[in-house]
């Protein structure tokens, strides 16, 4: 599976942005995952690709929605009431397990807001 993560860029503090992932096949999970500056890299959501069953981090709960469009074969990941702290780069994952294990990355998009 190749993925194609698109969709940075900056944003005001309290915003919204939209994340793409292209996927060049299928996978059982897709999942969005965020590197900010000086940081490790951490786990945002995650979506089964059939039956679209999701889960997110506490820290995105209520602000972040990830979801599938089949007919484009992508998963987005919308993302509200934005703060600075969520400034970082943008991953996108994918495992046939469906575990903790993530064999297949996306190149990441930059995503910055500002206060």
Do not use: H
């Not at 951490?42 to 069953?53: D, K, P, S, T, V």
């Not at 064999?103 to 500002?114: A, E, F």
């Amino acid at each position: 599976v190749q993925l194609q993560a698109s969709g940075g860029g900056l944003v005001q503090a309290g915003g919204s942005l939209r994340l793409s992932c292209a996927a060049s096949g299928r996978a059982l999970t897709v999942g969005w995952f965020r590197q900010a500056p000086g940081k490790e890299r951490e786990f945002l959501a995650r979506i089964i690709w059939n039956g679209g069953i999701t889960y997110y981090a506490d820290s995105v709960k209520g602000r972040f929605s990830i979801s599938i469009d089949n007919a484009r074969n992508t998963v987005s990941l919308q993302m509200s009431s934005l703060k600075p702290e969520d400034t970082g780069v943008y991953y996108c994952a994918a495992n046939w397990n469906g575990g903790s294990t993530w064999p297949y990355w996306g190149q990441g998009t930059l995503v910055t807001v500002s206060s």
